[in-house]
């Protein structure tokens, strides 16, 4: 397809700098930079007749990584009490840093890594083509973030990434033409749980009621437990209601009129020791969601009408992150004294080495339980217990009957989001994909079945499959996972440092084969748990390229059962799940006695 070239740049300018994959930003009229990968759909490279400069390279290389994680999550800590200062005068309260931390800590350390990740790209782009030229998004079309969820979202989009490419351009002292959009408009609503029809709704309500009605001060309120529904009834019974449920599911409260003079008070803020944190204060104060700012109030009131006020204990997996409207709860519950408890929810805890979803929970909560795994050096006290997600997982017979080849694969934003997931990364992660269905004998390629991930991010997943097999059948999330793996012969994965289901098929004794460049540290491995993945790479489970994985699956696909219990590769697989998805028959009660210790030992004058 060819579009009609647009020329709105500076006609002195020799290089135009395209920020984005969003066409209509781009003038054609001269040689293009494009800034990163991220500018190039893959289902568009004919969509446009253009002469390329170049692509840019990542401004770092990625053993650099470690230093990097480590200045950021440095900063993340030198500017957050600033932040506490300057908040608690914006909404005249006198919160504690881990309140503020609990709150906007998320947020904030996503925006910072990502901040940096389009500093160092536009830093880039201005050391090597002084000259260039590009459209910015005009100011009219900018957005301010509903919440943090609100906010990841946004991140996942071109139209949000080039108002903040919009915003870097003009913070450094540049002026380039703008652009008018009628895209950058991301709905509040963005992940609400929406109503099936009216009596599912009524009937919802009335559960939350009831469900609200039977919580008090005694007990450990768990809110999107990540725990089967089975597990969770189980350990209130067990419990004899002392863990009891509370709601749970995503929500938000719509846009408010920006405050611009509260906004300005908290960019005066005295932080910055170099250009990129002084920027970096500046848009903090122009870019913090609504909830923070000027949804503040509202959100409390919120909170204390419809939360329990100072509970025992409140213990969650999934709800640190994204909930501003938990986070609140909690935060000020851990005011109170209330106990915070953190459930683990992913594979990936206490085995990838750079991982900010596991630092940010280990640094809140008071107490966290993992499926095996300790470590120290963190706020958190680690109890490993038996993983209640993981309990109810049956080990699924081996039957040699079955053929599919089941591969599941993942994907993230093609715009950084955090360290160490870079563009490059997922570059690399869809090359090992593609020389990993190359070297399939063709005999085994008709039996193979990919699950993607449930979203795309335009990646164009589905289409770089069918370029590689036509025939290569795709998988949907509306058939269950748990179906998929029971009718496979082998599960694949190419994601092991990323993943929960490779660790759900090693606990059911699914034969499984993983593979992954060792080379990227997005895949580094924690110290104290490397020498487990080794045992795995001596089992011939784990591989550390696509090659060596399609070879060894071709020599065992028609003898999976001897290879796969064959009684040393059983113990390693099983060494393996006592340290990353432990599980016992007496489950329940070592939680009941967890929890009973939790409760008798609460701070608060109830």
């Keep these: ?154 991140m996942k989009t071109d139209i949000y990434n080039i108002q903040i490419y919009s915003k870097i351009l003009c913070e450094l002292g540049n002026t380039f033409p703008t652009k008018k959009t009628k895209k950058n408009n991301l709905p509040s609503e963005i992940c609400q749980n929406n109503s099936r029809n009216a009596l599912h709704n009524l009937a919802t309500k009335f559960c939350k009621l009831l469900v609200r009605k039977m919580q008090n001060n005694k007990q450990v309120l768990v809110y999107n437990s990540y725990l089967p529904f089975s597990a969770q009834l189980e350990l209130i019974v067990k419990t004899k209601g002392r863990l009891w449920p509370c709601d749970s599911g995503y929500s938000t409260i719509k846009h408010f009129d920006i405050n611009y003079e509260a906004r300005t008070h908290l960019s005066k803020t005295n932080f910055g020791s170099n250009e990129f944190e002084k920027l970096l204060v500046n848009l903090i104060a122009s870019d913090m ?36 409207m938990f986070k609140m709860w909690a935060a000020e519950s851990a005011e109170y004294g209330s106990t915070m408890l953190g459930i683990q929810h992913g594979g990936n805890y206490g085995s990838a080495a750079y991982f900010i979803q596991e630092n940010h929970e280990l640094n809140i909560v008071d107490k966290f339980y993992s499926w095996g795994w300790s470590r120290s050096g963190c706020r958190a006290t680690i109890t490993p217990l038996p993983s209640a997600k993981l309990v109810k997982i049956k080990k699924i017979p081996l039957r040699e009957d079955k053929v599919d080849l089941l591969f599941i694969t993942s994907i993230w934003s093609r715009y950084l989001i955090q360290y160490p997931f870079t563009n490059e990364y997922w570059t690399d992660y869809f090359s090992q994909q593609a020389v990993f269905l190359k070297n399939m004998p063709d005999e085994l390629k008709k039996y193979i079945k990919v699950r993607p991930h449930r979203e795309d991010l335009g990646w164009d997943v589905i289409l770089r499959l069918k370029d ?14 748990w179906d998929s793996l029971k009718k496979c012969r082998i599960l694949i994965c190419d994601h092991p440092l990323n993943s929960t289901t490779f660790i759900e098929s090693l606990k059911s004794n699914k034969p ?23 045992k795995l790479k001596e089992a011939d489970i784990l591989f550390d390229n696509p090659v060596d994985a399609a070879k060894h699956l071709d020599m065992v696909y028609d003898d999976v059962k001897n290879w796969w219990e064959e009684p040393q590769r059983q113990a390693i697989v099983n060494e393996f799940i006592e340290r990353f998805a432990k599980t ?3 489950w329940a009660k070592e939680w009941n006695t967890e929890l009973n210790s939790v409760l008798s030992k609460s701070f608060i004058d109830n």
């Design 1 to 154: 397809m060819q579009t009609k070239p647009i020329n709105l740049a500076g006609e002195r300018s020799k290089y135009f700098l395209a920020t984005t994959a969003l066409e209509e930003f781009w003038d054609t009229s001269k040689p293009i930079v494009f800034l990163g990968g991220w500018c190039k759909r893959y289902s568009r490279k004919l969509s446009q007749q253009y002469i390329e400069t170049e692509t840019l390279p990542l401004p770092c290389d990625d053993d650099e990584t470690a230093e990097i994680f480590n200045y950021l999550n440095g900063l993340y800590e030198r500017i957050l009490p600033e932040l506490t200062l300057g908040l608690n005068d914006i909404h005249d309260v006198s919160h504690s840093t881990r309140y503020w931390r609990m709150f906007i800590g998320p947020w904030l350390l996503h925006y910072i890594h990502a901040l940096y990740d389009r500093y160092l790209t536009i830093q880039m782009a201005i050391k090597r083509y002084p000259d260039f030229t590009t459209i910015c998004l005009d100011e009219s079309c900018f957005i301010v973030p509903t919440d943090t969820m609100h906010f990841i979202e946004g």
């Design 289 to 324: 969601p609504q909830s923070m700012m000027e949804g503040f109030q509202t959100y409390r009131k919120n909170v204390f009408s419809n939360y329990l006020h100072k509970p025992k204990a409140i213990m969650s997996a999934t709800s640190w992150h994204y909930d501003d």
């Design 468 to 481: 590689l097999i036509p025939e290569i059948r795709i998988e949907g999330w509306n058939i269950p996972f």
């Design 512 to 534: 499984t084969v993983l593979f992954y460049n060792p080379n990227f540290a997005a895949n580094y491995i924690r110290a104290e748990s490397v020498h487990l993945y080794d």
């Design 584 to 586: 016992t028959a007496g």
